[in-house]
Protein backbone atom coordinates (compact mmCIF):
# COMPACT_ATOMS: atom_id res chain seq x y z
CA UNK A 1 0.00 0.00 0.00
CA UNK A 2 2.06 3.03 -1.36
CA UNK A 3 -0.38 5.30 0.50
CA UNK A 4 0.46 9.20 -0.28
CA UNK A 5 3.18 9.43 -2.99
CA UNK A 6 4.61 12.78 -4.01
CA UNK A 7 7.71 13.44 -6.82
CA UNK A 8 10.37 14.94 -6.72
CA UNK A 9 12.03 14.66 -3.70
CA UNK A 10 14.21 17.06 -4.35
CA UNK A 11 13.91 20.11 -6.67
CA UNK A 12 16.10 23.33 -7.69
CA UNK A 13 14.46 26.24 -9.52
CA UNK A 14 15.50 29.48 -10.93
CA UNK A 15 13.21 32.46 -10.18
CA UNK A 16 10.73 32.83 -12.57
CA UNK A 17 10.84 29.22 -13.60
CA UNK A 18 7.06 27.27 -13.62
CA UNK A 19 7.00 23.64 -12.47
CA UNK A 20 4.72 20.82 -10.86
CA UNK A 21 4.53 18.85 -7.83
CA UNK A 22 2.82 15.92 -8.37
CA UNK A 23 1.03 13.93 -5.55
CA UNK A 24 -0.94 10.71 -5.70
CA UNK A 25 -2.79 8.66 -3.57
CA UNK A 26 -4.15 4.50 -3.82
CA UNK A 27 -6.92 5.02 -1.06
CA UNK A 28 -9.59 6.82 -2.53
CA UNK A 29 -9.73 9.54 -0.39
CA UNK A 30 -11.72 12.63 -1.49
CA UNK A 31 -9.93 15.04 0.44
CA UNK A 32 -6.48 16.06 -0.31
CA UNK A 33 -4.86 18.90 0.50
CA UNK A 34 -1.42 20.92 0.17
CA UNK A 35 0.79 22.17 2.83
CA UNK A 36 4.27 23.80 2.93
CA UNK A 37 6.15 23.81 5.89
CA UNK A 38 8.42 26.58 6.87
CA UNK A 39 10.93 26.62 10.35
CA UNK A 40 9.05 29.00 12.77
CA UNK A 41 5.82 28.51 10.88
CA UNK A 42 4.02 25.33 10.97
CA UNK A 43 1.99 23.46 8.20
CA UNK A 44 -0.01 25.92 6.68
CA UNK A 45 -2.48 24.93 4.13
CA UNK A 46 -1.68 26.40 0.18
CA UNK A 47 -4.70 24.62 -1.70
CA UNK A 48 -7.39 21.86 -0.82
CA UNK A 49 -10.16 19.45 -2.53
CA UNK A 50 -12.82 18.06 -1.28
CA UNK A 51 -13.22 15.69 -4.19
CA UNK A 52 -12.59 15.39 -8.14
CA UNK A 53 -13.77 18.80 -10.01
CA UNK A 54 -13.22 20.60 -6.62
CA UNK A 55 -10.88 22.78 -5.22
CA UNK A 56 -10.19 25.72 -2.93
CA UNK A 57 -7.92 28.19 -1.51
CA UNK A 58 -6.56 27.24 2.09
CA UNK A 59 -3.87 30.24 4.11
CA UNK A 60 -1.42 31.11 1.46
CA UNK A 61 -2.58 30.20 -2.08
CA UNK A 62 -0.71 32.89 -4.02
CA UNK A 63 1.67 32.17 -6.84
CA UNK A 64 0.11 28.29 -6.70
CA UNK A 65 -2.36 26.66 -8.80
CA UNK A 66 -4.14 22.96 -8.29
CA UNK A 67 -6.67 20.77 -10.36
CA UNK A 68 -7.99 17.64 -9.04
CA UNK A 69 -8.98 16.01 -12.80
CA UNK A 70 -9.58 12.20 -10.78
CA UNK A 71 -9.85 11.22 -7.01
CA UNK A 72 -6.03 9.75 -7.07
CA UNK A 73 -4.10 12.56 -8.01
CA UNK A 74 -3.45 16.70 -7.06
CA UNK A 75 -0.74 18.06 -8.85
CA UNK A 76 0.12 21.81 -7.21
CA UNK A 77 1.56 24.10 -9.91
CA UNK A 78 4.11 27.03 -9.32
CA UNK A 79 3.54 29.33 -11.83
CA UNK A 80 6.61 31.69 -11.41
CA UNK A 81 8.82 30.30 -8.91
CA UNK A 82 10.07 32.95 -6.42
CA UNK A 83 12.96 32.76 -3.41
CA UNK A 84 9.84 33.30 -1.02
CA UNK A 85 8.61 29.90 -2.00
CA UNK A 86 11.32 27.65 -1.19
CA UNK A 87 10.16 25.04 1.55
CA UNK A 88 9.25 21.88 2.01
CA UNK A 89 5.64 20.76 0.29
CA UNK A 90 3.54 17.97 1.72
CA UNK A 91 0.80 16.40 0.25
CA UNK A 92 -1.91 14.65 1.94
CA UNK A 93 -5.40 12.92 1.80
CA UNK A 94 -8.27 11.85 4.65
CA UNK A 95 -11.40 9.89 3.87
CA UNK A 96 -14.48 11.99 3.59
CA UNK A 97 -15.96 10.52 6.93
CA UNK A 98 -12.33 9.74 8.40
CA UNK A 99 -10.34 11.64 10.55
CA UNK A 100 -6.76 10.55 9.99
CA UNK A 101 -4.59 12.52 7.66
CA UNK A 102 -1.81 10.70 5.73
CA UNK A 103 1.28 13.03 4.67
CA UNK A 104 3.52 12.23 1.73
CA UNK A 105 7.06 12.05 2.23
CA UNK A 106 7.41 15.73 1.23
CA UNK A 107 9.03 17.65 -1.62
CA UNK A 108 12.37 20.02 -0.85
CA UNK A 109 11.74 22.85 -3.09
CA UNK A 110 15.03 25.62 -3.38
CA UNK A 111 14.91 28.43 -5.43
CA UNK A 112 17.60 30.56 -6.50
CA UNK B 1 -4.43 35.29 19.88
CA UNK B 2 -3.61 31.86 17.24
CA UNK B 3 -6.37 29.44 17.22
CA UNK B 4 -3.51 26.78 18.32
CA UNK B 5 -0.51 27.75 20.79
CA UNK B 6 2.14 25.18 20.70
CA UNK B 7 6.14 25.94 22.89
CA UNK B 8 8.82 25.05 19.40
CA UNK B 9 10.93 24.09 21.74
CA UNK B 10 13.40 22.72 21.60
CA UNK B 11 13.21 20.29 24.21
CA UNK B 12 16.34 17.91 25.42
CA UNK B 13 15.90 15.13 27.56
CA UNK B 14 17.56 12.29 28.70
CA UNK B 15 16.71 8.70 27.99
CA UNK B 16 14.18 7.01 30.17
CA UNK B 17 12.17 10.44 31.25
CA UNK B 18 8.89 11.42 31.13
CA UNK B 19 8.13 13.80 28.26
CA UNK B 20 5.07 16.64 28.75
CA UNK B 21 4.32 17.99 25.37
CA UNK B 22 1.33 20.62 25.65
CA UNK B 23 -0.97 22.82 23.21
CA UNK B 24 -3.62 25.34 24.28
CA UNK B 25 -6.22 26.41 21.88
CA UNK B 26 -8.60 29.34 21.89
CA UNK B 27 -11.70 28.11 20.35
CA UNK B 28 -14.00 26.26 22.57
CA UNK B 29 -15.58 24.21 18.85
CA UNK B 30 -12.69 22.49 18.35
CA UNK B 31 -13.88 18.97 19.16
CA UNK B 32 -11.22 16.19 17.64
CA UNK B 33 -7.76 16.14 19.13
CA UNK B 34 -4.62 14.80 17.55
CA UNK B 35 -1.05 14.27 18.06
CA UNK B 36 1.10 13.62 14.96
CA UNK B 37 4.83 12.93 15.12
CA UNK B 38 7.40 13.73 12.12
CA UNK B 39 10.88 12.42 12.28
CA UNK B 40 13.59 14.31 10.42
CA UNK B 41 12.86 14.94 6.43
CA UNK B 42 9.35 12.87 6.69
CA UNK B 43 6.12 13.53 6.57
CA UNK B 44 4.00 13.95 9.38
CA UNK B 45 2.07 9.93 10.97
CA UNK B 46 -0.63 9.93 13.47
CA UNK B 47 0.25 8.94 16.54
CA UNK B 48 -2.95 9.30 18.87
CA UNK B 49 -6.29 10.81 18.57
CA UNK B 50 -9.27 11.91 20.93
CA UNK B 51 -12.27 12.80 21.07
CA UNK B 52 -13.29 13.55 24.31
CA UNK B 53 -11.80 15.33 27.74
CA UNK B 54 -10.04 12.55 30.14
CA UNK B 55 -7.12 10.85 29.04
CA UNK B 56 -5.82 8.01 26.34
CA UNK B 57 -3.04 5.94 27.24
CA UNK B 58 -1.19 3.70 24.26
CA UNK B 59 1.44 2.16 25.33
CA UNK B 60 4.49 4.37 26.45
CA UNK B 61 2.24 7.55 24.99
CA UNK B 62 -0.98 9.51 27.26
CA UNK B 63 -3.00 11.77 25.53
CA UNK B 64 -4.89 14.01 27.59
CA UNK B 65 -7.35 16.80 26.74
CA UNK B 66 -9.13 19.51 29.44
CA UNK B 67 -11.51 20.92 27.22
CA UNK B 68 -12.92 23.38 30.15
CA UNK B 69 -8.99 24.76 29.98
CA UNK B 70 -8.58 24.59 26.43
CA UNK B 71 -5.72 22.41 26.82
CA UNK B 72 -4.34 19.20 25.90
CA UNK B 73 -1.43 17.31 26.35
CA UNK B 74 1.01 14.13 24.92
CA UNK B 75 3.36 12.40 27.64
CA UNK B 76 5.66 10.09 26.90
CA UNK B 77 6.80 8.09 29.09
CA UNK B 78 10.38 6.17 29.50
CA UNK B 79 11.41 8.01 26.64
CA UNK B 80 13.79 6.73 24.00
CA UNK B 81 15.96 8.31 21.63
CA UNK B 82 13.65 6.65 18.79
CA UNK B 83 11.20 9.29 20.41
CA UNK B 84 13.18 12.28 19.11
CA UNK B 85 11.38 13.77 16.21
CA UNK B 86 9.07 16.97 16.00
CA UNK B 87 5.42 16.68 17.91
CA UNK B 88 2.33 18.79 16.17
CA UNK B 89 -1.11 18.87 17.57
CA UNK B 90 -3.66 19.38 15.57
CA UNK B 91 -7.55 19.99 15.94
CA UNK B 92 -10.92 19.64 14.60
CA UNK B 93 -14.08 21.63 14.17
CA UNK B 94 -16.86 20.42 12.52
CA UNK B 95 -19.51 23.05 11.68
CA UNK B 96 -22.58 22.98 9.31
CA UNK B 97 -21.10 20.44 7.28
CA UNK B 98 -17.61 22.09 6.61
CA UNK B 99 -14.17 20.67 8.23
CA UNK B 100 -11.99 23.06 9.96
CA UNK B 101 -8.57 21.70 11.22
CA UNK B 102 -5.76 23.55 12.15
CA UNK B 103 -2.36 22.34 13.39
CA UNK B 104 0.02 23.56 15.96
CA UNK B 105 3.39 24.63 14.74
CA UNK B 106 5.53 21.70 16.58
CA UNK B 107 7.80 20.73 19.33
CA UNK B 108 11.23 19.52 18.77
CA UNK B 109 12.06 17.01 20.86
CA UNK B 110 15.59 15.28 21.43
CA UNK B 111 16.28 12.35 23.95
CA UNK B 112 20.04 11.85 24.76
CA UNK B 113 21.46 8.31 25.23
Known amino acids: NAGVTQTPKFQVLKTGQSMTLQCAQDMNHEYMSWYRQDPGMGLRLIHY???????DQGEVPNGYNVSRSTTEDFPLRLLSAAPSQTSVYFCASKARDGNTIYFGEGSWLTVV | QKEVEQDPGPLSVPEGAIVSLNCTYS??????FMWYRQYSRKGPELLMYTYSSGNKEDGRFTAQVDKSSKYISLFIRDSQPSDSATYLCAMIEWEGGSEKLVFGKGTKLTVNP
Open chain 1, 49 to 55: SVGAGIT
Open chain 2, 27 to 32: NSAFQY
